[in-house]
């Protein structure tokens, strides 16, 4: 199983970021952190009240924010030790923990290196220091190379960068430097992300509004993010550092074994605000069982409810279909059959065939996989994959 902890404290909100996190006073952190910790050791009721089968061994652990490095040392080693007291931790688990370049102080590292964390992410986003500083982000292309630097000689090489493309006055010059930047600092992990724009950002809503704020104005359009994105993909490429899911790229054995569960609808356990869960059920009348936290901070320490939803058959292989799909190794047809019978797979042979001749889908013997413009494309195919019929028992 793997277990995620949310951790929404941040030094500034970012104009794009449309997750459940924000600056907060650090006289909220000590309370926080005695939920998150009594949230662990009280997961076997929980996972009894929602009606899954817990798995008592985790192989990884994910710190996600927000940005968990705002915490103290002591704050962070009292996490992982709740962890390591409720669940059996395997032998070689990978502990990732996501940093904003400039919080890595040298005791943050030690306390990282005492808690087991052995991959660091860091939101970089961009290493055009104008780009960076224009959606709020606090750190310059030193101060990520130096970051970089200090977890290697502290012996944590299994490192990521995020970038965003599509952020404020970027163009295909200021695009290349962040990718030749990423390239050049020899990190064995990349995840590209596409600008989002929602209603749940504040970049978002001008951008939606028509507005200048934020430096909306300066965004590229949708054609030049899809042109740097399909720009990553091959320089990412061509650097030995492949692309495994729409948004991450990786050298040989470094995919993020965390996320893959995502995707492969593998066992994990959510604890903090806005936190989700995935768990197999107990129950015979669903495959897997679904529950979230509130997506409120005051709502989480206060102890609001949990939002519990039963993965039906079909609701399990739909998402077989468009959590399978996000990866390059694409979804295979015959397990798709051997676990959901032969009609869950004749009814979206049509459709299958279409994208295939519309260059969305390629498909390789009983394997079907996004091509590069159906990466672009990804909703259009999701959405067409999902059937509201019910698959027979």
């Known amino acids: 199983m793997g277990v995620y902890i949310s951790v929404p404290f941040c030094r500034t909100k970012c104009s794009y970021c449309n997750f ?5 006073s650090k006289a909220v952190f000590e309370r926080y952190v005695e939920r998150v910790c009594a949230d662990i050791a009280g997961s076997h009721r929980t996972v009894e009240e929602m009606g899954g089968r817990i798995e008592h061994e985790v192989d990884s652990v994910y710190l ?6 705002v915490l103290e040392p002591g704050q962070l080693a009292r996490i992982f030790d709740a962890v390591r007291a409720q669940f059996g931790v395997a032998a070689g688990v ?9 919080t890595l102080t040298p005791g943050i590292i030690d306390g990282l290196l005492r808690g087991g964390v052995n991959r660091v992410s860091l939101g970089v986003q961009s290493f055009v220091d104008t780009e960076a500083a224009a959606v709020g982000r606090l750190h310059k292309r030193e101060t990520v190379l130096d970051d970089i630097a200090r977890l290697r000689a502290a012996g944590i ?4 960068i995020d970038l965003i493309a599509g952020l404020p006055h970027q163009t295909a010059e200021s695009w290349e430097i962040s990718l030749a930047e990423t390239v050049a600092a020899g990190v064995p992990h990349v995840s590209v992300y596409m600008l989002e724009v929602d209603e749940d950002s504040r970049l978002g809503r001008e951008l939606i509004a028509g507005g200048t704020r934020y430096h909306a104005h300066f965004v590229p359009d949708e054609e030049a993010m899809a042109d740097f994105y399909v720009a990553a993909c091959a320089r990412l490429e061509s650097a030995g550092i492949a692309q495994y899911e729409i948004s991450n790229f990786a050298r040989r054995g470094f995919e993020s074994r965390h996320n893959v569960k995502y995707w492969t609808r593998q066992p994990y356990m ?5 936190a989700h869960s995935m768990l197999f059920s107990a129950e015979s009348d669903a495959e897997a069982v679904r529950f979230a936290t509130p997506d409120s ?3 989480y320490v206060a102890g609001a409810p949990l939002q519990r939803a039963p993965v039906s058959r079909n609701a399990a292989l739909e998402e077989s279909f468009f959590l399978g799909l996000r990866r390059t190794a694409g979804v295979d047809l015959s397990e798709i059959a051997a ?3 032969d009609e869950a797979v004749n009814r979206h042979q049509a459709t299958i065939a279409e994208f295939v001749e519309g260059g969305l889908l390629e498909r390789c013997g009983t394997v079907i996989r996004l091509t590069v413009r159906g990466r672009l494309l990804s909703n259009e195919v999701f959405q067409r994959l999902i059937s509201p019929v019910d698959v027979p028992v």
């Open 270 to 274: 959510g604890f903090g605000v806005d």
């Open 20 to 24: 459940a996190s924000d600056v907060f």
């Open 157 to 160: 090489t299994n490192i990521n």
């Open 64 to 69: 996600g924010g927000g940005t968990p490095t």
């Open 339 to 341: 676990w959901f019978g």
């Open 297 to 299: 901070l005051e709502q």
């Open 94 to 102: 990978e502990v990732t923990v996501e940093c904003a370049p400039g």
